[in-house]
């Protein structure tokens, strides 16, 4: 008999989604939580277990712990998209999901007794040699829960609905236990690698920061993102992340608006700073960035504070506010939302 071989290249990206404000309706969709996690490509062959992350970068070393339960499964081939994800008694924890990634090998193994990750699957593109890519997403989610029927964890499967009130539901209840938002998807499409042809359906709110910086762009000639703070109860200034949504034009008149503000770094800044290392960098030292006087206010859009001190993305930049008293950006401003239990998600 001859081997069974993955059809699917490691370096393939994932099948994506798009932002909008609202869920689409019809009876074409279905619904399904949107994970805060490490999106991954689980290549299943034989004994051989790869995961892949978006970038096709290994993170295979990074998970020991996920690797006999994927090989317990029944099918001798396959490859299974998802999300991987730490479960902490509150919730998803992304801080811990990123300390994972970590060169030592010692380590690793420690972390993953002490913050033992899980894998959540939403779709499967290859089971037994044959390529899925081009059957619908409703026959595929199908298959699916066949391959995964007797599961344990900590391998999941993905809850799914056609209902629209109940995606809401979700998107409200779920943001307890951590969650991004809601995914929508098309049952009738067929998995296209690296498009966004799925819905992303996510959680935003707004926030006044006070501008603590600016940081300069790789080539260190304009202006690349703000820095963001806020203050604690106690007056202290904690940076807690960045925007960098501004066209060419924007950017050189920020940057004119900001030079005049140029500082050292002040005394009462804490929390993490921005610079230095990042897990992510590869070794690569992160783009030097230039502190100012805390007088500007800007209102912002972000999805969620992560660990209750810095934007777990990208604030999206919405006005200045010059009515805004910098000491006024305090954290009190940040919504917070009842805890929900991650494993009830699974029923």
Known sequence: MAAVTDPIPLEMEPMLAAPQDALPQGGEWEYEPKWDGFRTLVHRDGERVTLISRGARDMTRYFPELLGPIRALPPSQFVLDGE??????????FDALQQRIHPADSRVRMLAEKTPASFVAFDLIALEGADLRGEPLGERRQRLEKVLRDARPPVHVTPSTDDVDTAEDWFRVFEGAGLDGVIAKSRAQPYVPGKRLWVKYKHERTCDCVVIGWRWDKRREAL?????GLYDDGGELHYVGHTSSFDAKTRREL????????????????????GGLSRWSRGQESADWQSVRPELVCEVAYEKLQSGERFRHAARFLRWRPDKP????????IESVAAFNVASIFG
């Open 224 to 228: 690349g993102s703000l820095l963001l």
């Open 84 to 93: 991987i994800i730490v479960v902490t008694r509150d919730g998803l924890d």
């Open 326 to 333: 910098p000491k006024d950006c305090r954290f009190d401003q």
């Open 255 to 274: 940057r004119e608006r900001l030079e005049p503000l140029q500082m050292e770094v002040p005394e009462n800044a804490r929390g993490r700073m921005p």
